[in-house]
């Protein structure tokens, strides 16, 4: 029996190829962890930032802080309820980011860790997308954040440079508060 075209998008016959493509070919179209986000955090920032100028980009730093501090508080709960401490050990074991799309180097210097990153999904996204000049408040500022909601006593984070700032890679310096 003819499928009636009105509903041949929907229908099983039509669908069920579609979904197995699909399936074979999503590495291909599907966007990595934090491209996609990369993409509305940049989209979202440039509006905001084009139609309200300075108290736009500030409302946007403002929202970046309020999401990194939140991400750390409930990074320290989880690390509470697993009976852990509030170090860093934990912060690394229990961290709700993937960075296994990074590209990175930590190294250990005089009691700090410091992390080149050469790629980043979040920064390549922006920058495929010209949006790398809204992007760049996030890269300044999240790591910073999460880091004062997980333990702002003991740790601080330092962003020396990102790469949606136009630097080569980004420089970041996790360390006890001084």
């Known amino acids: 029996m003819e499928v009636p075209d009105e509903i041949k998008d929907f229908d099983l016959e039509v669908l069920g190829p579609a979904l197995a493509e699909r399936a074979e070919k999503k590495e291909q179209y599907i966007d990595k962890p934090l491209e996609m ?21 500030e409302a946007i730093i403002a929202a970046i802080r309020f999401y990194g501090e939140e991400r750390g508080r409930r990074l320290a709960e989880r690390v509470r309820s697993e ?30 860790m410091r992390v080149e990153v050469t790629y980043c999904p979040l920064a390549a996204a922006l920058r495929e997308w010209g949006l790398s000049e809204y992007g760049k408040y996030f890269c300044q500022e999240i790591d ?27 420089t970041l310096i996790f360390r006890r508060r001084q």
């Open 37 to 57: 986000q990369g993409k509305l955090l940049g989209s979202i920032a440039r509006e905001v930032i084009e139609r309200f100028g300075e108290e736009g980009r």
């Open 144 to 170: 910073a954040a999460i880091m004062r909601g997980y333990n702002p006593e003991r740790y601080e984070t330092i962003c020396e440079r990102n790469l949606t700032a136009g630097a080569e890679s980004c």
């Open 83 to 112: 009976g852990r401490e509030l170090d860093f050990a934990s912060f690394t074991v229990c961290s709700d980011l993937d960075t296994g799309f990074h590209h990175m180097t930590p190294s250990l210097e005089e009691g700090q």
